[in-house]
């Protein structure tokens, strides 16, 4: 089932304009800063948004077609929307307020079950608790529960993990990730945090301004050392699939393979042979020169130098090391780049201090 969006949104100063496909179930990633559209273009798929023109066509049935004067109304387009509050029925329990979406549900024939769900979003040990009593996190997963049993053909995702601390978002992240997989839903998931993007997207969409100024599979996009936006708070990262080869249960290591590479982390909890996603942070990369001696980091990947810019307003250099898996990216100070003679062709040692680990979808 594909989903393709050709729209225009045109709001006093501020104008959109998207053009983009997502095929199957996998996430489609929105990224941008505050006010670059993204809710704008999520509300335009969701039938929400009054000032949209131009087509959104999904599984060959027509949304929107401003040209044909069609426009499907919000409750007539299976797509399921999900806040970034929970929106829970307070007068009811976890139990009621799935029940209600399951009740309504347009297509009873649909693959998401009842028990799917509850299983999916391990919602049994929630059936029965009051609304008011649960924490953020279980909110969450009780609101992606009643969305998916309204049986939507679309997920939406609009910043659901904002309103969480980072321990309960790395928690709930490997669900949305299950949903998309699970359910075979194509999932649009917007946040403008490029970790959590990098962490369950299997292809990126960057808005600035209104435009989409990159839109590919996330590991091409991350590389792209022209999209600034990446640059603001440090956020730049690479992403890799990863494959659980060994536990030291003494040491309490993990090593994992990334193609020829191998990676040694603090124990994960995975079976060897388990596929993860790993990100590293750019600013997480140091550079050397020659294999380094005595030095407490134990992962470094030889590698080449394929790409270098410097940020003129800032201290900070981009650098990008094909490592045989894949290219890592790296954010040095332009003053080691240019005392060590970085540039383009050279050999480099890729050195990395920290990986986050993600239960995901493969890269695309
Ligand atoms: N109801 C509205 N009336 C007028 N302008 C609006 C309205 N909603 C959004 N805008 C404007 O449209 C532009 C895009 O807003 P949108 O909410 O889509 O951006 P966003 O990328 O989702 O931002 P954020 O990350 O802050 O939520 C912004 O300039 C915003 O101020």
Redesign the pocket.
Known sequence: MTLEVDIRVS??D?SLSVKSELEGSGILGVY?P???????LLRSIAGLEKNVSGSIIFAGEHWLDTQAGVFVPAHRRAVGFVFQDARLFPFTDVAGNLDFADSRSRDAHSSITRERVIEALDLSPLLHRGVAGLSGGERQRVAMGRVLLSRPAVLLMDEPLSALDQQRKTQLLPYISRLAGEFGLPVVYVS?QLDELAAIANTLLV?DAGDVIAQDSISTVLQRLDISVFDRHNAAVSVFDGEVLVQNHRLKTTMLGMGEQRLTVPQVQAEVGARLRLQFAAKDIALAMAMPESISIRNRFPGHVMEVQEDSESAYADVLVDIGAGVLRARITREALQSLGIEPQCSIIALVKSVSIEEALPLA
């Open positions: 709001r006093g501020f941008g505050s006010g670059s559209g993204k809710t704008s403008h808005l």
